[in-house]
Nanobody
Framework: QVQLVESGGGLVQAGGSLRLSCAAS????????MGWYRQAPGKQRELVAD???????KYVDSVKGRFTISRDNAKETVHLQMNSLKPEDTAVYYC????????WGQGTQVTVSS
């Protein structure tokens, strides 16, 4: 059974930083491509960053140069370092596979004040 537990969100001023973490279980983590998704109020969930099993990364244009995704296969965790945060980054952030599994965790709220 897939389990994904996100943490690290919070309230931060514009220009600040946060580091999100996700603990995964129930999957063969070292072989899984993983992603961070976000969903803002009234908007569809979007994939903002992903990382292959080999460590190759990809980002949506709006976060390039500000966000960094990383993974620790030994600890079965994936992280998202978010710098230079903007109010438009406000959303609930989720981790999942890429492509996503049917199961979604509870997410972690990120709120960026202007």
């Amino acid at each position: 059974q897939v389990q994904l537990v996100e943490s690290g969100g919070g309230l931060v001023q514009a220009g600040g930083s946060l580091r999100l973490s996700c603990a995964a279980s129930g999957i063969i983590f070292r072989m899984a491509a993983m992603g961070w998704y976000r969903q803002a109020p009234g908007k569809q969930r979007e994939l903002v960053a992903d990382i292959t099993s080999g460590g190759r990364t990809k980002y949506v244009d709006s976060v390039k140069g500000r966000f960094t995704i990383s993974r620790d296969n030994a600890k079965e965790t994936v992280h998202l370092q978010m710098n230079s945060l903007k109010p438009e980054d406000t959303a609930v952030y989720y981790c999942n596979g890429d492509p996503a599994y049917d199961y979604w965790g509870q997410g972690t709220q990120v709120t960026v004040s202007s």
